[in-house]
Protein backbone atom coordinates (compact mmCIF):
# COMPACT_ATOMS: atom_id res chain seq x y z
CA UNK A 1 0.00 0.00 0.00
CA UNK A 2 1.64 3.38 -1.15
CA UNK A 3 1.17 6.63 1.41
CA UNK A 4 3.64 9.40 0.18
CA UNK A 5 3.63 12.80 1.75
CA UNK A 6 5.09 15.88 0.40
CA UNK A 7 7.90 17.16 1.41
CA UNK A 8 8.76 20.54 3.24
CA UNK A 9 11.66 22.77 2.11
CA UNK A 10 12.69 25.42 4.28
CA UNK A 11 13.61 29.30 2.77
CA UNK A 12 13.29 32.65 3.62
CA UNK A 13 9.42 31.46 2.95
CA UNK A 14 8.28 27.93 2.95
CA UNK A 15 8.24 26.30 -0.37
CA UNK A 16 5.82 23.98 -0.16
CA UNK A 17 5.09 20.32 -1.39
CA UNK A 18 2.00 20.88 0.33
CA UNK A 19 1.78 19.69 4.11
CA UNK A 20 1.55 22.45 6.47
CA UNK A 21 -0.14 25.08 3.83
CA UNK A 22 -2.70 22.46 3.87
CA UNK A 23 -6.17 24.00 6.04
CA UNK A 24 -8.15 20.98 7.44
CA UNK A 25 -11.71 21.52 6.66
CA UNK A 26 -14.03 19.13 8.23
CA UNK A 27 -16.77 18.35 6.26
CA UNK A 28 -20.86 17.85 7.87
CA UNK A 29 -21.87 14.00 8.31
CA UNK A 30 -23.23 13.23 5.52
CA UNK A 31 -25.47 9.77 4.74
CA UNK A 32 -26.33 8.02 1.16
CA UNK A 33 -27.72 5.76 -0.89
CA UNK A 34 -27.60 2.81 -3.52
CA UNK A 35 -29.50 0.67 -5.21
CA UNK A 36 -28.65 -1.47 -8.24
CA UNK A 37 -29.27 -4.72 -10.31
CA UNK A 38 -27.24 -6.71 -12.05
CA UNK A 39 -26.97 -10.11 -14.21
CA UNK A 40 -23.98 -12.20 -13.78
CA UNK A 41 -23.73 -15.20 -16.56
CA UNK A 42 -21.71 -18.39 -16.27
CA UNK A 43 -19.58 -18.99 -19.19
CA UNK A 44 -17.60 -22.18 -18.37
CA UNK A 45 -16.94 -23.14 -15.05
CA UNK A 46 -15.08 -20.80 -13.00
CA UNK A 47 -15.64 -17.83 -15.88
CA UNK A 48 -18.00 -15.40 -15.47
CA UNK A 49 -19.61 -12.53 -17.28
CA UNK A 50 -21.50 -9.36 -15.16
CA UNK A 51 -23.82 -6.57 -16.04
CA UNK A 52 -24.94 -4.09 -13.30
CA UNK A 53 -26.62 -0.73 -13.43
CA UNK A 54 -26.35 1.14 -10.21
CA UNK A 55 -28.14 4.36 -9.16
CA UNK A 56 -26.47 6.65 -6.15
CA UNK A 57 -28.23 9.01 -3.95
CA UNK A 58 -26.13 11.65 -1.66
CA UNK A 59 -26.35 14.61 0.88
CA UNK A 60 -28.89 12.58 3.31
CA UNK A 61 -30.32 11.28 -0.14
CA UNK A 62 -31.72 14.78 -1.01
CA UNK A 63 -29.71 14.76 -3.87
CA UNK A 64 -29.18 12.44 -6.92
CA UNK A 65 -25.54 11.68 -7.74
CA UNK A 66 -25.21 9.33 -10.27
CA UNK A 67 -26.20 6.40 -12.55
CA UNK A 68 -23.07 3.98 -12.70
CA UNK A 69 -22.32 0.67 -15.54
CA UNK A 70 -20.48 -1.88 -14.39
CA UNK A 71 -19.20 -4.57 -17.53
CA UNK A 72 -16.98 -7.26 -15.52
CA UNK A 73 -15.31 -10.65 -16.47
CA UNK A 74 -13.77 -12.78 -13.58
CA UNK A 75 -12.46 -15.78 -13.34
CA UNK A 76 -11.91 -18.27 -10.55
CA UNK A 77 -8.56 -20.02 -11.03
CA UNK A 78 -9.22 -21.95 -8.36
CA UNK A 79 -10.88 -22.14 -4.84
CA UNK A 80 -7.88 -19.71 -3.32
CA UNK A 81 -7.34 -17.36 -6.11
CA UNK A 82 -9.41 -15.25 -8.49
CA UNK A 83 -9.35 -12.44 -10.60
CA UNK A 84 -11.10 -10.10 -12.50
CA UNK A 85 -11.07 -7.38 -15.49
CA UNK A 86 -13.57 -4.65 -16.12
CA UNK A 87 -15.31 -1.73 -17.19
CA UNK A 88 -17.16 1.04 -15.42
CA UNK A 89 -19.34 4.32 -16.86
CA UNK A 90 -19.84 6.89 -14.78
CA UNK A 91 -22.83 9.17 -15.51
CA UNK A 92 -23.09 11.92 -13.08
CA UNK A 93 -26.10 14.35 -12.42
CA UNK A 94 -25.72 17.86 -11.75
CA UNK A 95 -28.74 19.10 -9.74
CA UNK A 96 -27.86 22.71 -10.41
CA UNK A 97 -28.31 22.19 -14.24
CA UNK A 98 -30.86 18.99 -13.64
CA UNK A 99 -28.98 17.19 -16.41
CA UNK A 100 -26.44 14.50 -16.55
CA UNK A 101 -22.57 15.18 -17.85
CA UNK A 102 -18.96 15.59 -16.90
CA UNK A 103 -18.50 11.50 -18.03
CA UNK A 104 -16.19 8.91 -16.42
CA UNK A 105 -14.78 6.21 -18.18
CA UNK A 106 -13.20 3.19 -15.77
CA UNK A 107 -10.81 0.47 -16.25
CA UNK A 108 -9.97 -2.19 -13.37
CA UNK A 109 -7.91 -5.07 -12.85
CA UNK A 110 -8.01 -7.12 -9.53
CA UNK A 111 -6.95 -10.39 -7.81
CA UNK A 112 -8.60 -11.89 -4.74
CA UNK A 113 -6.89 -14.66 -2.58
CA UNK A 114 -9.18 -16.42 -0.17
CA UNK A 115 -8.39 -18.57 2.56
CA UNK A 116 -11.15 -20.98 4.33
CA UNK A 117 -11.40 -22.15 8.31
CA UNK A 118 -14.62 -24.17 8.59
CA UNK A 119 -17.49 -21.67 7.97
CA UNK A 120 -15.50 -18.87 7.65
CA UNK A 121 -13.61 -17.13 5.02
CA UNK A 122 -11.28 -14.66 4.70
CA UNK A 123 -10.12 -12.65 1.82
CA UNK A 124 -8.16 -9.99 0.46
CA UNK A 125 -8.60 -8.13 -3.18
CA UNK A 126 -6.21 -5.35 -4.94
CA UNK A 127 -7.66 -4.05 -7.00
CA UNK A 128 -5.48 -1.16 -9.89
CA UNK A 129 -8.27 1.17 -11.49
CA UNK A 130 -7.52 3.86 -14.06
CA UNK A 131 -9.96 6.50 -14.46
CA UNK A 132 -10.47 8.74 -17.12
CA UNK A 133 -12.61 11.95 -16.78
CA UNK A 134 -13.88 13.56 -19.98
CA UNK A 135 -14.84 17.30 -21.34
CA UNK A 136 -13.51 20.00 -19.99
CA UNK A 137 -12.25 20.70 -16.45
CA UNK A 138 -9.41 22.76 -14.45
CA UNK A 139 -6.37 20.53 -14.83
CA UNK A 140 -4.15 22.56 -12.38
CA UNK A 141 -6.77 20.91 -9.80
CA UNK A 142 -7.15 16.64 -10.74
CA UNK A 143 -5.44 14.82 -13.11
CA UNK A 144 -7.62 13.80 -16.45
CA UNK A 145 -6.23 10.06 -15.82
CA UNK A 146 -6.62 8.95 -11.87
CA UNK A 147 -4.87 6.23 -10.71
CA UNK A 148 -5.51 4.09 -7.69
CA UNK A 149 -5.24 1.41 -5.72
CA UNK A 150 -7.89 -0.45 -3.46
CA UNK A 151 -6.91 -3.06 -0.82
CA UNK A 152 -10.15 -4.73 0.80
CA UNK A 153 -9.89 -7.46 3.41
CA UNK A 154 -13.30 -9.25 3.90
CA UNK A 155 -14.48 -11.89 6.32
CA UNK A 156 -17.95 -13.97 5.55
CA UNK A 157 -19.96 -16.15 7.54
CA UNK A 158 -21.27 -19.34 5.29
CA UNK A 159 -23.22 -21.38 8.34
CA UNK A 160 -26.40 -20.37 7.44
CA UNK A 161 -28.34 -22.16 3.90
CA UNK A 162 -29.17 -19.05 2.44
CA UNK A 163 -28.26 -15.89 4.38
CA UNK A 164 -24.30 -15.18 4.08
CA UNK A 165 -23.44 -11.94 6.68
CA UNK A 166 -20.29 -10.57 6.19
CA UNK A 167 -18.23 -7.22 7.17
CA UNK A 168 -14.94 -5.68 5.19
CA UNK A 169 -12.23 -2.85 5.63
CA UNK A 170 -10.81 -1.16 2.81
CA UNK A 171 -8.25 1.73 2.18
CA UNK A 172 -7.69 2.91 -1.36
CA UNK A 173 -4.79 4.76 -2.44
CA UNK A 174 -5.02 7.34 -4.61
CA UNK A 175 -1.54 7.75 -6.33
CA UNK A 176 -1.66 10.85 -8.49
CA UNK A 177 -2.72 12.97 -6.86
CA UNK A 178 -1.38 16.99 -7.31
CA UNK A 179 1.91 18.08 -6.01
CA UNK A 180 1.91 21.66 -5.64
CA UNK A 181 5.56 24.33 -4.76
CA UNK A 182 3.94 27.77 -2.90
CA UNK A 183 5.40 30.28 -1.25
CA UNK A 184 3.41 30.25 2.57
CA UNK A 185 4.12 32.45 5.62
CA UNK A 186 2.81 29.63 7.80
CA UNK A 187 -0.39 31.96 7.49
CA UNK A 188 -1.44 32.69 3.97
CA UNK A 189 -0.30 32.42 0.65
CA UNK A 190 2.44 35.12 -0.28
CA UNK A 191 2.25 37.49 -3.33
CA UNK A 192 5.06 39.59 -4.98
CA UNK A 193 4.79 43.51 -4.69
CA UNK A 194 2.08 44.69 -7.23
CA UNK A 195 0.68 41.37 -7.74
CA UNK A 196 -3.03 39.77 -6.96
CA UNK A 197 -3.72 37.96 -3.68
CA UNK A 198 -2.81 34.12 -4.40
CA UNK A 199 -1.16 34.65 -7.77
CA UNK A 200 2.39 34.43 -7.17
CA UNK A 201 4.87 32.42 -6.25
CA UNK A 202 3.10 28.58 -7.06
CA UNK A 203 3.16 25.83 -9.61
CA UNK A 204 1.83 22.78 -10.09
CA UNK A 205 4.97 20.81 -10.04
CA UNK A 206 3.36 17.10 -10.56
CA UNK A 207 0.71 15.02 -10.78
CA UNK A 208 2.84 12.42 -8.60
CA UNK A 209 1.72 12.86 -4.98
CA UNK A 210 0.23 9.64 -3.76
CA UNK A 211 -1.88 9.30 -0.38
CA UNK A 212 -4.26 7.25 1.19
CA UNK A 213 -7.55 9.04 0.78
CA UNK A 214 -10.39 6.96 1.92
CA UNK A 215 -10.85 4.21 4.74
CA UNK A 216 -13.83 2.49 4.34
CA UNK A 217 -15.63 -0.45 6.80
CA UNK A 218 -19.09 -2.08 5.67
CA UNK A 219 -21.34 -4.72 6.86
CA UNK A 220 -23.76 -6.48 5.04
CA UNK A 221 -25.79 -10.00 4.17
CA UNK A 222 -26.09 -11.52 0.71
CA UNK A 223 -29.22 -13.59 0.94
CA UNK A 224 -29.67 -16.10 -1.75
CA UNK A 225 -33.75 -16.15 -2.44
CA UNK A 226 -33.78 -19.03 -5.02
CA UNK A 227 -30.98 -20.38 -7.37
CA UNK A 228 -31.30 -17.79 -9.96
CA UNK A 229 -31.90 -14.80 -7.42
CA UNK A 230 -30.29 -12.80 -4.79
CA UNK A 231 -30.24 -9.89 -2.61
CA UNK A 232 -27.92 -7.73 -1.18
CA UNK A 233 -28.13 -5.43 1.75
CA UNK A 234 -25.23 -3.23 3.81
CA UNK A 235 -23.87 -0.14 5.25
CA UNK A 236 -21.08 1.01 4.26
CA UNK A 237 -18.98 3.66 6.40
CA UNK A 238 -16.23 5.97 4.23
CA UNK A 239 -13.90 8.17 6.04
CA UNK A 240 -12.68 10.78 3.41
CA UNK A 241 -9.53 12.55 3.28
CA UNK A 242 -9.18 14.41 0.29
CA UNK A 243 -6.14 16.96 -0.46
CA UNK A 244 -7.73 19.26 -2.42
CA UNK A 245 -6.01 22.22 -4.60
CA UNK A 246 -8.35 25.33 -5.26
CA UNK A 247 -6.93 27.44 -8.64
CA UNK A 248 -8.08 29.17 -11.50
CA UNK A 249 -8.00 27.40 -14.91
CA UNK A 250 -5.10 29.49 -15.95
CA UNK A 251 -2.83 28.42 -13.24
CA UNK A 252 -1.61 32.02 -12.18
CA UNK A 253 -3.59 31.92 -9.08
CA UNK A 254 -3.60 29.27 -5.83
CA UNK A 255 -6.50 30.06 -3.80
CA UNK A 256 -6.39 27.56 -1.47
CA UNK A 257 -4.63 24.22 -0.51
CA UNK A 258 -7.40 22.23 1.76
CA UNK A 259 -7.82 18.82 2.88
CA UNK A 260 -11.46 17.70 3.43
CA UNK A 261 -12.28 15.53 6.02
CA UNK A 262 -15.48 13.87 7.27
CA UNK A 263 -17.81 10.34 7.37
CA UNK A 264 -20.35 9.51 5.09
CA UNK A 265 -22.65 6.78 5.12
CA UNK A 266 -24.13 4.64 2.95
CA UNK A 267 -27.30 2.58 3.25
CA UNK A 268 -27.22 -0.33 -0.42
CA UNK A 269 -29.58 -2.60 -1.30
CA UNK A 270 -29.13 -4.78 -4.67
CA UNK A 271 -30.77 -7.18 -6.73
CA UNK A 272 -28.57 -10.22 -8.89
CA UNK A 273 -30.06 -12.56 -11.48
CA UNK A 274 -27.64 -15.28 -11.71
CA UNK A 275 -27.94 -17.89 -14.93
Known amino acids: ?27 DPEVGGRLSVGLDKKIVKGLHVSLEEEARFDK ?12 G ?5 NKYFKCGIGY ?19 LFVDATGTVRMGKWSLS ?27 SRLTL ?17 NFLNA ?7 DGTSYLTEEGSEVGEAGWFLQSFKGGYINRYRGSVGVDWKISKHHQLNFYFLGDYVSDKVVDANADGTKLKSYTKEKGFRG ?9 F
Not at 1 to 27: H, K, P, R, W, Y
Not at 60 to 71: E, K, P
Not at 89 to 104: K, L, T
Not at 167 to 172: D, L, S, T
Request: with cysteine.
Open 1 to 27: MLNCEFSIFNSQFSILNSASAQTDVVL
Open 60 to 71: NFRSFDRLQTTL
Open 73 to 77: LSYKV
Open 88 to 106: VFMNPYSNSSSSFGDFRHR
Open 124 to 150: LKERFQWTYRSGDFNEYQYPRNALTLK
Open 156 to 172: KYRGFAKVTPYAYFEIR
Open 178 to 184: PVIHALY
Open 266 to 274: TIGAGYVFA
